[in-house]
């Protein structure tokens, strides 16, 4: 779905079998690639055009996605490779496989542009091993797309030989971190790479590659076809173009809205219904389990972009807006968090294997009436020796959340320590 000043101005789910090539070419689809291919538009001008268009990674890193693509070796001589980050692991993000399950060929359009402005020729999407039902609608659109000759040898005539496979992972969250990922397809433990190298120099089995998000390829056929310019008007400076964000919690139509960048919060609270049952509204996870938490009133005072969000303390991320009522003890929500990073640790790295563990028997104890004193100032000291101590990102991920309850609600674990049960 698709709204813009608040009217909604195409919606999917309105599309009979919007998955089907026939129902995507019948809405211009593969027009930017014919485009790019029947034009030879040269690679300079196709990232100028992205760089202008103000795209940025909508994985979670918020990446400029020009100036990534302009990070490839355009003339390296031996095989390139693209990859498509579509592992969806972070709870609360659920925007990727939707794209996979109704518009996949924006998907492999927005691929197939990438390859030609960077001269690969072999891709692979990396798809999340628990929704095999989108990997099946994935295999599915590869074949459409082949025998319509918008994949394989000499695409539409051009000369221009591009391939996509997918890959599926088995449900580590580990494998969303892009070196992972690599090695996860090269059929090693998805675990994170040392950077340097980086993956435009030494990615996919040892070669330059450059690796993008689900919903960052799919904006890529518009940008072509529209103009860079006219995508970032969607949005905001720094910021542009639509995206969608994954509302779930305490609301009361959970889902999928793509809204435009810098769109007040309150605006998109009000689409997804509102706080359920009339509560009050409390807390705000803006982009998904990794990313600090945000007291009610200081989100409502915000706009859903990467700048506005990081003003709040917080991050964009995905896009995963978890929305929590007044129903909701923050110690219990945390524990919650804690044991999920426990769980998906790679165990590479030292401090986050030991302090994730550490961390979730701590607020473990403090939730179940079992907690101390000095377990506050303990959690806090956890928490600052995994954060930036850590070959990925993980550790941050796990020590943010922590960090940020401690600040906002620091009064509900006192009062847990001290009468042994939750405030709410």
């Not at 359009?109 to 891709?123: D, F, L, P, Q």
């Not at 030494?202 to 518009?222: A, M, Q």
């Not at 954060?387 to 620091?410: E, F, N, W």
Request: hydrophobic fraction near 35%; include cysteine.
């Amino acid at each position: 779905m698709v709204i813009v000043g608040g009217e909604v101005i195409f919606n999917t789910a309105h599309l009979p079998e919007s998955w089907k090539l026939e129902t995507y070419l019948a809405h211009g689809g593969y027009a930017a690639l014919r485009k790019v291919l029947t034009e030879k538009i040269p690679a300079e001008t196709i990232i100028a055009e992205v760089k202008k268009s103000a795209l940025r990674g909508r994985g979670g890193a918020g990446f400029p996605t020009g100036l990534k693509w302009s990070f490839m070796p355009r003339h390296y001589q031996g095989e390139k490779y693209l990859v498509c980050n579509s592992d969806e692991g972070e709870p609360g993000t659920f925007k990727d496989r939707d794209i996979l399950m109704y518009n996949p060929h924006a998907l492999i359009e927005g691929m197939a542009i990438a390859a030609w402005t960077m001269g690969v020729h072999r891709g692979y999407n990396y798809i999340h091993g628990e929704i095999w039902h989108a990997y099946e609608r994935m295999e599915a659109a590869l074949e459409e797309a082949r025998a319509a000759g918008f994949l394989g040898q000499d695409i539409l005539g051009s000369g221009f030989d591009f391939d996509l496979f997918n890959h599926h992972g088995y449900g580590a969250y580990i494998c969303g971190e892009e070196t992972a990922l690599l090695e996860s397809i090269e059929g090693k433990k998805g675990q994170p790479r040392f950077k340097p190298p980086f993956p435009a120099s030494f990615g996919l089995y040892g070669k330059p590659t450059t690796i993008n998000n689900t919903e960052t390829f799919s904006s890529i056929p518009y940008i072509i076809r529209e103009g860079g310019q006219k995508f970032l008007e969607l949005g905001k400076p720094n910021n542009g173009g639509t995206k969608i964000f994954s509302v779930s919690g305490h609301v009361e139509r959970p889902g999928n809205y793509e809204v435009p960048m810098g769109t007040p919060f309150s605006k998109l609270l009000e689409m997804a219904g509102g706080i359920r049952g009339g509560r009050t509204f409390k807390a705000c996870i803006p982009g998904g389990s990794s990313t600090p938490v945000v007291p009610a009133e200081i989100m409502m005072d915000c706009t859903m972009d990467y700048d506005s969000i990081a003003k709040a303390g917080s991050a964009l991320g995905a896009g995963s807006v978890i929305i929590m009522d007044d129903s909701v003890c923050m110690v219990r929500a945390l524990e919650r968090l804690s044991y999920f990073y426990y769980e998906e640790s790679c165990g590479q790295c030292t401090p986050c294997r030991e302090g994730t563990g550490w961390l979730y028997r701590v607020i473990h104890r403090i939730e179940h009436g079992q907690g101390r004193t000095e377990d506050l100032a303990l959690l806090d000291d956890v928490a600052h020796n995994i954060s930036g101590r850590t070959i990925c990102a993980l550790g941050d991920a796990a020590a943010a959340p922590v960090q940020a309850m401690l600040k906002h609600y620091r009064r509900e674990f006192e009062h847990h320590i001290e009468h042994g049960q939750c405030m709410v």
